[in-house]
């Protein structure tokens, strides 16, 4: 039987215990940790996630990933003030995401989550699928860093933190579909990041990495006479490694590096700043109203 916790969440496959009282230090109190192997969460998308096709945007799809891995971790008796407070935070240096459907807005979504793997206390794999009515939209696959909060370098978190995010094996972790070599043109997008674009961290949030993959992929379009509005995303893969600051100038360079037949195209971007590269990601993206030749031909 689930059990329904706090925030809504459904308690599924409970895990023993730890002996935690969910307080760090005098006067902290972060709620009464669950500890459980799998958490899932109602959640919808907002208004402005949605193209004027009335469909979600990548990124969008993205920050209720990471807004379903946080209500997992408040749950677990790991809310953001208690990172803050022990001066440790948990970052992403790879994410992967699949596309199944499309959603309209308004439709009540589940979005289910687990901690796959969690190794040496530092390195944790969360996986997450968003669903309605028994029909995927996406699936996730997203691997985290436990750092110093002060430095972002890599340091091994505690025991407590360990046991309140336990290993279980529900689905396959999420891979990028294959597709043919078909090397085409690259192209440059340049841009300074906002200063309003900060996250809690003081950098740039890695669902924005998208959003920019897209802006370039976009622009590229327009450029081919063909519509914006009309990028449909399949899937997609980021591997960080620089963040991206305020003020900060941003170079994306994409090209084609790929197709699916005539059904969609396969980009390589490399995103970097003045301090070096922030990441490298791969984008599956195909056209709304039917074949995608037209998009492929685009890095022609």
């Known amino acids: ?99 199944e459907s499309e959603t309209p807005y308004g439709t009540a979504l589940t979005a289910k989550t687990w901690v796959s793997r969690f190794r040496r206390r530092t390195l944790s794999t969360r996986e997450l699928r968003v669903r309605t009515g028994g029909k995927q939209i996406a699936a996730a696959t997203q691997e985290w860093v436990h750092v110093d909060g002060d430095t972002l370098k890599p340091k091994q978190g505690s025991f407590e933190l360990a046991a309140a995010f336990p290993e279980t094996d529900v689905e396959p972790s999420v891979n990028m579909p294959k597709f043919e070599a078909l090397p085409g043109a690259e192209d440059e997008f340049v841009f300074d990041m906002w200063q309003t674009w900060s996250d809690p961290l003081a950098h740039a949030n890695h669902p924005a990495y998208i959003d920019w993959c897209d802006e370039a992929t976009s622009r590229r379009m327009v450029a081919s006479g063909l519509d914006p509005v009309l990028l449909r995303p399949i899937a997609e893969q980021v591997t960080f490694r620089l963040s991206v600051l305020p003020g900060e100038r941003v170079t994306v360079r994409t090209k084609r590096i790929g197709a699916i037949g005539a059904d969609a195209v396969v980009l390589m971007h490399h995103l970097e700043t003045e301090r070096g590269t922030a990441a490298d990601a791969t984008s599956v993206r195909a056209l709304a109203d039917g074949s995608s030749a037209a998009l492929i031909s685009a890095w022609d």
Request: hydrophobic share 40%.
């Open 1 to 99: 039987m689930l059990d329904r916790g706090a925030s809504g969440a459904v308690k599924n496959g409970q895990a023993p215990r730890t002996e935690s009282s969910g307080r760090t230090t005098p006067g902290s109190c972060y709620l009464n940790p669950v500890t459980n192997a799998v958490w899932e969460f109602p959640l919808t998308l907002p208004r402005n996630a949605f193209t004027a096709l009335e469909v979600p945007r990548a990124g969008d799809i993205w920050r209720l990933c990471q807004d379903a891995a946080t209500l997992a971790s408040i749950n677990s008796g790991w809310p953001p003030l208690r990172f803050r407070a022990e001066k440790v935070a948990f970052i992403v240096y790879k994410m992967t995401v699949v596309h």
